[in-house]
């Protein structure tokens, strides 16, 4: 992915988002639910699972997935797949970490 094409977006620092955790942040009439892994990987998804639209901000964050408060389906934070044997995607976003910051791009 070439970083340098993206209009980034400060939203953050790395400290906003407790370990195995999430926040979210609007863009227009999007959520964004940032998480933040174990070991400090951030993702960004929009905040619906593809089943019945559950809040995954609010999910159990694991490995590199985040399971959905409402149905339990597991959902990919890399891909925004849904694993195992459940089907559907959730729109991801590029982001990234420079040092304690987070930034996103935005573009869609």
């Known amino acids: 992915m070439n970083l340098m ?7 953050g620092s ?5 370990p195995q955790g999430a926040r979210c ?9 940032v998480f933040r892994t174990h070991d ?10 593809p089943h019945k639209n559950g809040p995954l901000s609010q999910g159990i964050v ?3 997935c985040v ?8 959902i990919n934070l890399e891909t925004g797949l849904a ?3 459940d089907d559907g995607a959730t729109a991801t976003f590029p982001v990234k970490l420079e040092g304690e910051m987070i930034y996103l791009s935005v573009e869609f």
């Open 5 to 11: 094409a993206k209009n980034w977006v400060a939203i």
């Open 83 to 85: 694993q195992g044997a």
């Open 25 to 33: 942040v609007e863009h227009g009439d999007t959520t964004i639910a």
């Open 14 to 18: 790395l400290q906003d988002i407790p």
């Open 40 to 49: 400090n990987r951030v993702f960004a998804m929009e905040d619906k699972c």
């Open 67 to 74: 399971t959905c408060p409402l149905h339990n389906w597991v």
């Open 62 to 64: 694991h490995d590199n």
